[in-house]
DNA sequence: ACGGTTTGTGCATACGAATGCATTATAAAA
DNA sequence: TTTTATAATGCATTCGTATGCACAAACCGT
């Protein structure tokens, strides 16, 4: 008397299938999957007899044989540096809830310590996702090339291939560079010190130039550029070098808030300084973190939801066809003003 | 004279299937398919042109049309709620890490908000994926029918249903509550109040039992609880009532982390308390941000890799059909002691 | 040289849903 | 009532891969 108990009919413990449906309902395997893809005029009566039938069954349409004949999977390969960095935690959520409200499942690939990002890529077009998502992979070269190969969409969010031609999605890292320095500027620092994340990242060089090119322009010279990458520990060791020849600058900018994390953490419990006090301190992203008083960093705001949902939109739009040229699209950043910055001027 | 750039013959922008290697390789399709999935005795002759074959055309089996009749896809679906802590977003990544280490793919779920936690289920299981783990939605009982029902092997990590019948993988929260009330005992804190996450999670329940019954074994009665949820603002507001009637415990006991940052931050900033001077914290979890030293906290580290790992060899097991009975995996958890719990005790 | 075994390959079909085309039932028009 | 248009449904095929079965070739021992 197994299985008795169940209000649906059992299938034997596999899914059902629209055949099962059809069979119930009375109809023909074909009615049944229009009444579930509602492409085409059915009655009234016969699309009620199928829903109580495939309710009766649990069943539903398995998205995998439909993926096979419609040629779309509705899924969007999401690659992600192997980084635990929040800022790419949040922007990965945050991508996989806009592909969520555009209809779109989400694989998330990380590359692998010692994998090709072209590796991860590949291993997204295998299920064939309908386009993929890639924020910051090291050869996002050869993952466009692919990509276009198979010509699945592809938009790379946080980064930027000059020439290459494919679409890009980021904040407008020059101008934001610029902004954080004419703030710094006003503040009265002259003698500002960067601390900058991987520099190969186009992020990182952008954010640094736009710097730069303010800061001369108000004859101020940046001298003082150290590298590592965007962790809380590079944060420290990057301060740690900087500070350890005597150089005591106005002001650090850093590329990336968790480096801020850091060299505020040195700053405050290694040196003894006081933020701002002694020395300011100004990062970059705008992370959850920033915020909580322990910190308080004033640091430029990168726009989040504007940026997946740009990113998440122009996928779509180039996933149904409607694609035009090459895309690089620039946010603004905007300043957020918080505690870490100390004004030297007399007011 | 298009296209003829391509070292790859094209086969007009569409992915090249096993039936045009099979044409270019004289061979048959099912051929093909033996060679990339090697069942089967094959020729190096045979096997050789296939892969050249294979190479020139850029072939990749399409996993969808294998998975379809294979009934096997060889994804497994990561439900998550819509968290922004950081302690699920490592949990997060670590599993999807551990996924690919046994040959799995990832498609990640973030129930949306308004959704119910079967929604996300079922949409995982509409692609067929092979297995599910849950970390922490709210009707996992639901999920766990409808997973029963589909018969797709599910787990639950870092969260518990007594009675069901479900597979789950917890660190030991009652032990680890335990540790925390020893922990704290025999420092000396004799009024220990609780900052806690939700109250309806099981883990939260039993790091409270934990505790409460240790101390109670050491006549110390737990009276000041608080409940919020896993998040920076609640432990800063629960914080805040907690100290508003007043009250001056030795020690706040933390769920979490991130609400024992909360906490601190509160106790510093807004009451101008010291810790540990004034008054001690301890969270749980070890997250990335313990050990800065801004916070430098001391709290029960949850075993991560252990716990990831465990889960999804448990999952890959069950996908293969080795199941046993239902399997309850507890994990012990380990205190790393940093510099928020000062001792009381003359040494 | 012959029956028997092994090895390598092809043929045909299945997986579950979508869809162009044919067919039937129904309604509207003449 | 007959004709034509229209709406509703079924039939057959397709997507790309896997696999049971049949078959041919090669090898083996006697």
Redesign the interface.
């Known amino acids: 008397m197994a299985g008795s108990k169940?209000s649906?009919e059992s299938t034997g413990?596999r899914?059902a299938t629209s055949s099962d449906v059809a069979r119930l309902a009375n109809v023909s395997q074909s009615t049944v999957s229009r009444v579930f893809s509602d492409t085409c005029k059915l009655s009234d009566e016969t699309r009620k007899r199928v829903l109580e039938a495939a309710k009766q069954l649990?069943y539903?349409?398995?998205?995998?044989?439909r993926?096979?004949v419609s040629n779309r999977?509705n899924?969007i390969g999401i690659i992600v540096m192997?980084n635990?960095s929040?800022f790419y935690?949040?922007l990965t959520?945050l991508m996989?809830?806009a592909c969520?409200?555009f209809g779109f499942?989400?694989?998330?690939?990380?590359q692998?310590p010692g994998e090709q990002g072209i590796d991860a890529v590949?291993?997204a077009?295998?299920?064939?996702v309908d386009g993929i998502v890639v924020t910051a992979i090291e050869d996002s070269e050869s993952a466009s090339e692919i990509c276009r190969?198979?010509?699945v969409p592809l938009v790379l969010l946080n980064r930027y291939i000059a020439g290459a031609g494919v679409d890009s999605v980021c904040c407008d890292n020059l101008e934001a560079g610029s902004l954080a320095a004419q703030y710094l500027l006003d503040k009265g620092h002259r003698s500002i010190a960067c601390l900058m994340g991987d520099a190969a990242a186009s992020t990182t060089r952008d954010r640094l130039a736009g710097l730069r090119s303010k800061a001369e322009e108000r004859n101020v010279s940046i001298d003082w550029v150290e590298y590592g990458s965007y962790s809380?520990e590079s944060g420290r060791e990057m301060c740690r070098k900087l500070l350890a020849d005597g150089k005591r600058p106005d002001a650090i900018f850093c590329s990336g808030d968790i480096i801020a994390?850091?060299a505020?953490?040195?700053l405050?419990?290694?040196l003894g300084l006081r933020v701002p006090e002694d020395i300011s301190v100004m990062g970059f992203d705008d992370t959850?973190?920033t915020a909580?008083?322990?910190?308080n960093l004033t640091t430029m705001r990168q726009p989040y939801e504007e940026l997946v949902e740009t990113a998440c939109q122009l996928l779509v739009r180039r996933i149904e066809g409607k694609g035009s040229g090459v895309v690089r699209s620039l946010h603004a950043c905007r300043l957020v003003e918080r505690g870490s910055v100390q004004s030297l001027q007399p007011e």
């Open positions: 169940k649906a413990n899914p649990g539903r349409p398995n998205k995998i044989a993926s096979l999977t899924i192997n635990e929040p935690a949040t959520n996989i809830t969520r409200k499942c989400s694989m998330v690939i990380r692998t590949t291993r077009l295998d299920y064939r190969q198979s010509s809380y994390f850091g505020m953490d040195v405050r419990y290694e959850a973190e909580w008083a322990s910190y």
